[in-house]
């Protein structure tokens, strides 16, 4: 049967990225045949610094998040990484396999590292071998993730065949992204060539699961944008990125396509647009912001929720990690 697994980190608040590029496709692949597993990757968040007391809530509003947005955890298996430690075993054998210069090439590491590298931490160089671990000790068939992480499920595809090679072996599936809709890379607010990211520094850049209706509203209205109307064509928004965000965040919303959208709103100006974008986030998001905030009153049920998923997601990784050390050579 298939088998997929995703994460999220808990470094910051919930995105309308996040949202569109992965949980909604999370919710449309919770279905009889096949077992989903859905995690909030706190490891990987302490990458780069996060304080305590913002990771625990971030952990716990992104569980909200899951919920709120569809997911059932009596369906899909919902926990925090670290309750599997599994993964980060795995990870340590995925680092001796793995090469330096495969890291090097992956452009989240240059993005996040910036112009100082040899200050940032060695687990922020090493992400891409944990998160192969978190994706191949499931033996993970299926990896529904935004355009950004491609390069990594890529990579994760190198470190399985790499392992299967040195020890002779076909242990390690070769994993499928799926990355698809209109919305597998929501741009940021303020700049059409950056992705909306929940650590971008600037509130503006990002639509917050949370955010108020005026809050959204107020974003939208302050999106950069050119001044010119909508075009009849896709095509014709090849060279105006911050219009084509807007469309394809207004397609992904309604669950339409681009061009769908652009026939619609075909010689509008962005003043008219814009409300109409708003309007119609604020009637998408606001439930589910209102529901997290709801069973982010309850944080013991979340943590309830979170150890039974780590418990179910054991009982597949514990055989999978004790079949490597065996392939690896490690007495038991
Ligand atoms: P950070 O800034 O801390 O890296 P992030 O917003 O990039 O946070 P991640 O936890 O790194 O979020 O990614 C979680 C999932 O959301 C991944 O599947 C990723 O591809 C997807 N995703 C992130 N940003 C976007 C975006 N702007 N558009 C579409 N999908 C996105
Ligand atoms: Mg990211």
């Not at 950056?194 to 650590?199: G, T, W």
Request: proline share 5%; with cysteine.
């Amino acid at each position: 049967t298939p088998r997929v697994f995703s994460g999220i980190q808990p470094s910051g608040g919930l995105t309308l990225g996040n949202y569109l590029g992965a949980i909604k496709r999370f919710v449309a692949m919770q279905d009889d045949g096949i077992e989903t597993l859905y995690c909030m990757v706190d490891l990987h968040a302490i990458t780069v610094p996060q304080s305590p007391a913002d990771l625990r809530h971030n952990t716990r509003e992104l569980a909200a998040g899951y919920i709120a947005a569809g997911l059932d955890p009596a369906k899909s298996m919902l926990f925090n990484q670290s309750q599997v430690p599994e993964h980060a075993q795995l990870g340590w054998i995925f680092n001796c396999v793995a090469r330096m210069g495969w890291m090097q090439r992956m452009t989240q590491w240059k993005d996040k590292a910036g112009k100082n590298q040899q200050n940032a931490s060695l687990g922020l160089f090493a992400y891409p071998s944990l998160m192969a671990a978190d994706i191949l000790i499931y033996h993970t068939t299926h990896v529904p993730v935004g355009e950004d992480q491609k390069q990594h499920i890529e990579l994760t595809r190198d470190i399985a065949a790499k392992f299967n090679h040195d020890y002779g072996v076909d242990f390690f599936p070769m994993t499928e992204p799926v990355i698809e809709g209109s919305a597998t890379r929501v741009m940021s607010l303020r700049d059409g060539s950056k992705k909306m990211s929940k650590s971008d520094p600037s509130d503006m850049s990002r639509i917050n699961m949370t955010d108020t209706a005026d809050d959204i509203a107020k974003k939208i209205r302050k999106a950069k944008t050119d001044p010119d109307p909508l075009p009849a064509s896709l095509d014709d928004l090849a060279d105006r990125p911050e219009a084509r965000n807007l469309i394809n965040i207004y397609a992904a919303l309604e669950g339409s396509d681009a061009q769908t959208v652009l026939t619609q709103f075909e010689g509008q100006q962005f003043g008219t647009f814009k409300p109409q974008l708003s309007d119609l986030a604020v009637a998408k998001l606001g439930p589910i912001g209102a529901e997290m905030e709801r069973l982010m009153q309850h944080t013991d049920e979340i943590d309830k929720i979170l150890a039974s998923g780590a418990e179910r997601a054991r009982a597949i990784a514990e055989p999978i990690l004790a079949k490597t050390y065996q392939i690896v050579g490690m007495v038991r």
